[in-house]
């Protein structure tokens, strides 16, 4: 295949501009040739939870505001296999406080915008039953509960010629926290600024009353009081039912164009591989707080081993520093999990953890039992997580991630 | 320290050179990948710096140092992207990518589109690179590239010509 005029004067254009780039090649910043020493930085008492890692790579962390669950769409001919946390384009959050008129304004803006193709919105309640879907076999959760969270959008896009412009549109749009766009393995992190969570914001489009809604039931923004749920009451498998399939009484004007919504289906039951010595019953997410292993052999100096676990284990759940680095050289096969992490966007927030102990397997490898509390006290994890020392750092396992 | 100090950590059972051997080896390409993707060689030189800093810190795990660093590049000129897209927004008139270069038409043309599409026409008229290769840089399929390049070039012409 031979270039025609454009590519070549495009090739030829590109060779000239590079030779004119001649840029001395300086060091690299002190110390950046060095291995990379351990760190030991002052920890945060008690912050972010791994299960959070967990639940990022489940790609579904966002837990969600707290939306009336009379609340209903319309689903008017959209079509189309439901949209996964893996097939997201764009994932919208919302603030935690949105209002239902915000919610609508993004739906509004979804079903009018030609990028998108399909999109799927999901309840905080909806989440966390993909949440439990997820890691119902995953090793050493014991359980996950929520109480509130951000409600979630996936969006679906068409052939979109500037990401960056729909990525915009989106994050400044009324009641939106923060967007997460992937495309083609570039994934970009847009994060509303003058938003602040809980305050009134002027809508841009027209309020749009959310069929169904009929304003007979208040909306409840308010999480519910902690006390009034216990920690490990899940939601009943009531809130999987899809809430946008009704077909409202009366039908849209003409002019709106048609639902783009996908509902969301809530995942089945994961079927989990028996362990040798289990049954095959899928372990139920209420079962009893996992325990730690048996001992193994324990390092030369347990204490300082115990010591610098603990370090690492509080300085990658600090979430005052960025994912990467918090994760960078504390994570086994770093390079090729970090990327899967960072590009679900999602970070959670744990407002507390705790460590209920280690256990030594061998001297090179460690169970972690610990007990995270998420997003304002909504989401409770306890897990059991391993951790092995490489080139004398203590690191999350590949096992532990996945 | 300099770079004939680079004594990356060893990577067991892997043949390879050294951190340092990339960076004499890699650093002007590398530069010049960014200058075409950013228009600047300021950016562009801290850009692959920080993506050698990256390299570094992951030396360890990485098979393809060389594709690994593209990748890190073009990502890291994505980034950049964003962020310039950004800031013009809140001050219009203070940020400007700086192509300065003998055939401005075409690469201001190519400076104005779409970034991925800009990385798909670099990668394949600078550095030669196949579909595959290409689609291994963007983390998208071949099928993609050949989208993003026939897209790329359709605009051209029509600015170019």
């Keep these: 295949m031979t270039d025609d005029r454009t590519e070549q004067r495009l090739r030829r254009a590109l060779q000239n501009a590079a030779r004119e ?25 008690v912050p972010v939870a791994l299960a959070l890692a967990l639940l990022l790579v489940a790609g579904s962390v966002a837990l969600i505001a707290a939306r009336d669950d009379s609340s209903t769409s319309v689903s008017i001919g959209a079509a189309g296999e439901p949209i996964t946390a893996d097939d997201t384009d764009i994932q919208l959050t919302m603030d935690v406080n949105a209002t239902d008129d915000q919610i609508a304004g993004v739906r509004d803006f979804a079903d009018a915008s030609p990028e998108i193709a399909a999109y799927t919105y999901l309840t905080w309640q909806e989440l966390l039953v993909e949440v439990r879907a997820r890691l119902a076999c995953a090793p050493g959760v014991a359980d996950v509960t929520a109480q509130d969270g951000p409600s979630v959008f996936r969006f679906r896009v068409a052939t979109v010629d500037d990401d960056q412009a729909l990525e915009r549109a989106l994050v400044a749009l009324p009641g ?22 809980g305050t009134a914001v002027v809508p841009t489009m027209p309020p749009t009353v959310v069929p169904g809604t009929g304003g007979a039931t208040p909306t409840t923004l308010a999480p519910e009081p902690a006390t009034t749920t216990p920690p490990t009451t899940l939601p009943e498998p009531a809130t999987t039912t899809p809430p946008t399939t009704t077909v409202p009484p009366q039908e849209p004007p003409s002019t709106a164009p048609p639902s783009k919504e996908i509902p969301f289906v809530a995942p089945a039951p994961a079927q989990c591989t028996a362990p040798p010595s289990s049954d095959v019953v899928p372990r139920p997410m209420q079962t009893p707080a996992a325990t730690l292993p048996p001992a193994g052999d324990p390092p030369a100096d347990p204490a300082a081993a115990e010591q610098a676990i603990r370090e690492m284990w509080a300085y990658t759940h600090d979430g005052s520093l960025p994912l990467e680095d918090r994760f960078r050289d504390h994570l086994e096969d770093a390079d090729e999990l970090l990327p899967l992490m960072k590009s679900i966007g999602q970070d959670g927030a744990v407002k507390s953890a705790n ?17 995270n509390v998420f997003q304002g006290g909504s989401l409770d994890v306890v897990q059991l997580q391993y951790v092995v020392l490489i080139d004398g750092q203590w690191k999350w396992t590949r096992e532990t991630q996945c | 320290m300099t770079v004939e100090d680079a004594e990356p950590r060893p990577a067991p059972g892997r043949t390879r050179g050294t951190l340092a051997e990339l960076y004499a080896a890699q650093y002007l390409p590398m530069v010049r990948l960014g200058y075409l993707l950013t228009g600047s060689t300021a950016v562009a030189e801290d850009l692959v710096q920080d993506s050698f800093v990256q390299l570094q810190r992951n030396w360890a795990g990485v098979r393809e140092p060389t594709a690994y660093l593209r990748r890190s590049v073009v990502n890291a000129c994505n980034t950049h992207h964003r962020r310039v897209g950004r800031e013009r927004e809140r001050f219009p008139g203070l940020v400007r990518d700086t192509v300065v270069a003998e055939d401005t038409d075409t690469l201001d043309a190519l400076a104005a589109l779409p970034h991925r599409q800009r990385a798909a026409l670099v990668l394949r008229y600078y550095e030669d690179r196949t579909d595959a290769e290409i689609a291994e840089v963007l983390g998208c399929r071949p099928a993609t590239v050949r989208s993003l390049v026939h897209r790329g070039l359709a605009t051209l012409r029509k600015v170019i010509t």
């Design chain 1, 355 to 371: 460590i209920l102990g280690i256990q030594f397997l061998s001297p090179t490898r460690a169970a972690l039992l610990s007990q």
């Design chain 1, 176 to 197: 939106v926290a923060e967007v997460t766009a992937r495309f083609d393995g570039m994934t970009s992190v847009a994060t509303a600024t003058a938003t602040p969570s």
């Design chain 1, 21 to 45: 780039v001649d840029a001395p090649m300086g060091t690299l910043p002190e110390g950046t040739l060095e291995p990379t020493p351990v760190r030991r930085r002052p920890r945060v008492p």
